[in-house]
């Protein structure tokens, strides 16, 4: 008996082993619990409600293999912040081709960027689309002033009631902004799936429009080629005596970036239902936001609106659009649907 029983322990050792290493581990990306919380299998966080993910380990970082369908791959930052990771949630499409057009995805606050991969699943299967939405960790990217803000203030202090920043100080160095990634993610897919499109559509939602127009103003310089800017909170204005990021005050600028960034496609797209009847998401109300509206319709109207005077001050053209879309509030579903219907069926 001792023998069958050694017998069956050393049978049964390397298939443990094996299931050791091929168990999947599931986390929640978006959680701010998602570094200490972890599961052996998908389904719904039970702390947030939103969907589990399979955990990728270091080794994969920078490996970008792209089957048909959804995945998700990880890049670092780059040499100055290869420290810190960006996951990103991709769907290829069934017809995709050399020719597909790209849309690389921006989320709101929550950085649930699988969730908006997944809604704008059937667009790309209909229109041959390659999705890329990304990831922010708040590990990485913690709070607003990293996220929204795209690093472009540090040292940040806020009230208790985290309704007021206190104090902050100004980053002028665009080496450390994340306005970079996106053409070097887009140049990292291109080299692996060898296709001939030369530029990538953007859509970014609530704190993700933030992130894009500010990416417009602050980075003219980008490969980008559609940008649609959604429903954001509050925006940065040309005006010189707000301070950044409020206005122009406090950050270097330069009038030819401004006149390359009135060159850029951009779509100021707003949803005609987020006004002051809105209650979904967290609307920032200050003194220095509510100069802008005391809603998103009206701030977005204010930040196209006060940049297309700029503009004409300087005398160049402006390709900015104010873009309403009809009976849709602080919905990124519905704004992506809309986006995705803009942009690749009715163009």
């Not at 998602?34 to 270091?58: A, E, W, Y």
């Not at 902004?177 to 609530?206: A, C, P």
């Not at 600028?253 to 100021?268: C, G, H, I, M």
């Not at 509206?293 to 659009?321: C, I, M, P, Q």
């Amino acid at each position: 008996m001792r023998l069958i029983a050694v017998s069956v322990l050393f049978l049964l050792t390397p298939l443990l082993a094996v299931s050791q290493i091929t168990k999947n581990t599931y986390i929640c990306p978006p959680c701010p619990v998602h570094d200490t919380l972890t599961f052996d299998h998908d389904g719904v966080c039970p702390v947030c409600g939103m969907n589990l993910i399979q955990k990728r380990d270091s080794s994969d970082i920078n490996k970008i293999d792209l089957h048909t369908g959804s995945g998700n791959f990880i890049v670092d930052e780059g040499s100055s912040n290869n420290d810190k990771m960006i996951t990103v949630f991709y769907h290829k499409p069934k017809n995709f081709s050399e020719r597909s057009p790209v849309m690389m995805v921006i989320p709101g606050a929550g950085r649930n960027g699988h969730e908006y991969r997944d809604v704008w699943v059937e667009a790309s299967e209909e229109y041959g689309i390659l999705i890329l939405s990304l990831h922010y960790p708040e590990k990485y990217y913690p709070e607003f002033w990293s996220y929204n803000l795209g690093g472009m203030i540090s040292e940040v202090e806020i009230n208790d009631e985290r309704t007021a920043i206190l104090s902050y100080e100004i980053n002028n160095d665009p080496e450390v902004w994340i306005w970079d990634d996106f053409d070097r993610i887009f140049s990292k897919v291109k080299n692996e799936l060898q296709f001939e499109t030369e530029t990538y559509d953007m859509f970014g939602h609530s704190a993700g429009g933030q992130i894009l127009h500010r990416m417009t103003l602050f980075k003219p310089d980008n490969n980008a080629g559609r940008i649609l800017a959604s429903n954001s909170g509050w925006y940065t204005t040309p005006s010189t005596d707000e301070k950044f990021p409020y206005g122009l005050n406090g950050i270097t600028t330069t009038d030819e970036q401004f006149v390359k960034a009135f060159r850029a496609n951009l779509k100021v797209f707003l949803g005609e239902a987020d006004n002051e009847n809105e209650t979904r998401g967290h609307l920032v109300r200050s003194p220095e936001t509510d100069k802008q509206g005391t809603h998103r319709l009206a701030r977005g109207k204010y930040f196209h609106n006060k940049f297309k005077l700029y503009a004409d001050s300087l005398k160049t053209d402006f390709n900015w659009e104010l873009i309403i879309i009809p009976d849709v509030g602080h919905d990124y579903k519905r704004m992506s649907k809309a986006a995705a219907k803009y942009l690749y069926a009715l163009n």
